[in-house]
C-alpha cells in the first residue's frame, strides 16, 4: 500500500511539474515564429532610414512591407507591398492604392517628390506606379483609389489588374 501511495504522489508530482507552463511557452513561441514569417504589415509599423519616421500599419492585408526612404538624397520614398497570393490579383492592387490615401496624409511623405509604389503577390509584380503628391487632391466625394491613381504614373502593370482597374474604373496613367 505505502508503494502506491508513493507512486501515486510521484505521478502527481511530474504531473504538477510538467503542466507548469511548459506547453503554453512552447506556443506563445510558436506563434511568435509564425507571425515573423508572415511579416504582417504591424511588423513595418514605422521605419526610420534617415531620421524621418514612416508610417504603414495602414496597409493591410500585406504578408510584407519593405520601405527605402531616400529623401535625403533624392527626395524619394520606395514602398514595396508584398501581398498573399491567396488574394485577387485586382483587390491586391486596390488595397494598395486606397491604404496610400492615408499614408500619404504623412507630414514626412509629403516631403518627397516622389513616391514609388510596389504590389507584389508570391514571385510577381503586379503593378509599379510613382505617385506625385503635387497632383495629389483630398476629395470626400471620390473614391481614394481614383485620387491616388490620379496622381500617379503606371510605369508597370499586369494585364489582369489593368483589366480590373478598367472595370472598377481607376484611372491607369502610363508613361
Not at 509599423?45 to 492585408?61: C, H, K, L, V, W
Request: a negative charge.
Amino acid at each position: 500500500m505505502k508503494k502506491l501511495f508513493f507512486i501515486l504522489i510521484a505521478l502527481i508530482t511530474v504531473l504538477a511539474g510538467c503542466s507548469n507552463e511548459e506547453p503554453k511557452d512552447e506556443t506563445e513561441k510558436i506563434e511568435e515564429d509564425q507571425y515573423v514569417e508572415n511579416g504582417d504589415a504591424s511588423d513595418n509599423a514605422t521605419e526610420e532610414d534617415s531620421g524621418n519616421t514612416i508610417d504603414t500599419s495602414m496597409f493591410e492585408y500585406t504578408v510584407d512591407i519593405e520601405v527605402t526612404d531616400a529623401l535625403d538624397v533624392n527626395d524619394h520614398i520606395t514602398v514595396m507591398l508584398y501581398y498573399n497570393e491567396e488574394l485577387q490579383p485586382g483587390m491586391a492592387f486596390q488595397h494598395a492604392a486606397n491604404h496610400s490615401y492615408e499614408f500619404l496624409q504623412q507630414e514626412t511623405v509629403k516631403e518627397a517628390k516622389t513616391i514609388g509604389i510596389n504590389v507584389v503577390q508570391g514571385d510577381k509584380k503586379l503593378i509599379m506606379f510613382t505617385i506625385h503628391p503635387e497632383k495629389f487632391e483630398e476629395n470626400d466625394e471620390v473614391p481614394m483609389a481614383n485620387l491616388v491613381m490620379e496622381a500617379s504614373i503606371v510605369e508597370m502593370i499586369q494585364p489582369e489588374v489593368e483589366e480590373y482597374a478598367e472595370i472598377m474604373e481607376i484611372p491607369i496613367h502610363k508613361e
